[in-house]
């Protein structure tokens, strides 16, 4: 019952913080401004991210408050509840300042960073990886933290990098979310993973949290996810793939994650791909994402959002059973 109160309570909060975050960035006038790239013609508020921000924490709080149960889960992961929690907030005020004045690229790296190493310090970390024919491959400390930051930039990136239509990153974030609390419990449920309660309560609330979300945010969007909410949603991920499944010493430990957010993945390797081969900065922006070829080729937002969620659950479902006959 907890981790159905985990999954409602954000959309709760969601619903009633998302009105007066709207009002807040309408008065600071932070808009996503049309543009040549835009497919919207018409200034939308910004900062959703602040609204799943405070919808997930809140949520969790609540939860700490009346379930002994979440409480006992949160105490065992304390460290870790506390460095989520600051690294999130960084992050959050990174998207924030970038939604407002963009930023170069090179300092919003630098902020994800900090967040990155704030996480680390309170014991976020990838300490070892399986490897095929190899049981175990153990990581010294400084590997551990190296790939740990490339771990979670390249989730907290990825979905920033698919934010091109209304409902889509939310979208398929609350979808992968979902899929992966669902892992993190059969990974208990089958004795690979102790302590999974709280990562998979926590995967449950950002997933709670993007459904509100999409109240306001699919087509036609009342409010952006902005890089606030993109670049959070992404973090949120990575630390759940990280807290979670990378716990694990089975093969499949590398592998889940990947294959339940293969789509923005997909996405990214070709446009790296493609900005090099165009030789344009890795990070310019351009109008070549899979989203923005359905559009020219005649397809309507929501169209594009429900085949990218249909894939997403799709692939989520995949990973699942991946999942359950790796323990058979």
Partial sequence: MIYLFAFILPVFFLLIFEPYIISFTEKRKVYDRPNRRKIHSRLVPLWGGLGIWFAVWVSFAALWLFSSEVRNFASANFSAVKGIFLSSAIILATGMADDRNPMSPTTKLAFQLVAVLIALIYGVEIAGVSVPFVKYLSFSRLTAILVTAVWLLAFTNIINLIDGIDGLASGVAGI???????????????GALTGGGFVAIFSLLAA??????LYFNFPPAGVFLGDSGSLLLGFFLGIISIQGMLKLTAAIALIIPVIVVALPVLDVFFAIIRRKRAQVPIMEPDSD?????LLKSGWTAREIDLLMYNL???????AIVITVFSFK
């Fill in 208 to 213: 709670g949290a993007c459904v509100g979300f």
């Fill in 289 to 293: 994402h899979i989203h923005h070829r």
């Fill in 312 to 318: 997403t659950m799709f692939l989520s479902v995949v």
């Fill in 176 to 190: 992968s979310a979902i899929a992966f609390s669902v892992v993190v419990l059969l990974e208990q449920h089958f």
